[in-house]
């Protein structure tokens, strides 16, 4: 079945300093990836889709300079959060997306939890 | 706009028992997807089914089985002979079709608590 990675698991950064999560497709190409936040017991946020060669695209309120994401190919894109803050704090989960049968699929990281001191 | 409504909560029910998670969903696009996840407390949610509009046979897998309505926007999901194993929170999610990749919304999920 499809999987996909996210490195790290865990971080624990301080105040002022920049995360990078790395989101990986490992058995299939991803030409479309997408980054949701999630805060405790709440559903999923879509922060942003991220594209293969071209720019992400946002949701709206989501502070582009401030999560910056790189889709470099094919299988990996990274969400980098700049100068983050403890409101910045949250469980980060990405999803690559694969097409069988003309129909598209999401699959999940196991997430990212960050915490900021 | 797309939205998915899961009302219950949480559920709490005894190993053995039946239990039914229900989804409401609206949308304006006559071709859409529906999906359902679950998100074990590890948090990486698992895809369970995808099932797109125009199928509306229900299916089982196992334990598992879903009833597609149309005509209610809704599709529910069923676990039988629950185990504790099942325990999780469930999301059902609506996909709105952008060019090369699924955008989904996302219901609020069920938290479901299995207990011996």
């Known amino acids: 079945g499809a999987v996909v990675s996210q490195h790290p698991s865990r971080v624990i950064c301080k105040s002022g300093t920049s995360v990078k999560i790395e989101c990986r497709s490992l058995d299939f190409q991803a030409t479309t990836m997408f980054w949701y936040r999630q805060f405790p017991k709440k559903s999923l946020m879509l922060m942003a889709t991220s594209n293969e060669g071209s720019k992400a695209t946002y949701e709206q309120g989501v502070e582009k300079d401030k999560f910056l994401i790189n889709h470099a190919s094919l299988t990996l894109s990274t969400l980098t959060v700049t100068s983050a803050h403890p409101e910045d704090s949250s469980f980060y989960i990405c999803s690559a997306t694969e097409r069988t049968g003309g129909t598209d699929t999401q699959y999940f990281g196991p997430g990212t939890r960050l915490t900021v001191l | 706009a797309q939205k998915v409504t899961q009302a219950q909560t949480e559920i709490s029910v005894v190993e053995k028992e039946d239990v039914t998670l229900d989804c409401v969903y609206e949308t304006r696009d006559t071709t859409y997807y529906l999906f359902w996840y679950k998100q074990p407390p590890s948090g990486e949610l698992v895809f369970l089914i995808r099932?797109?509009?125009?199928?509306?046979q229900n299916e089982i897998s196992g334990r598992y089985s879903w009833n597609f309505q149309k005509s209610t926007s809704s599709f529910n999901f069923t676990i039988t002979a629950s185990q504790v194993v099942d325990s999780a929170v469930y999301f059902c999610a609506l996909s709105e079709l952008t060019g090369g990749g699924n955008k989904l919304t996302f219901g609020t999920g069920t938290q479901l608590k299995v207990e011996l």
């Open positions: 099932r797109n509009s125009f199928d509306e």
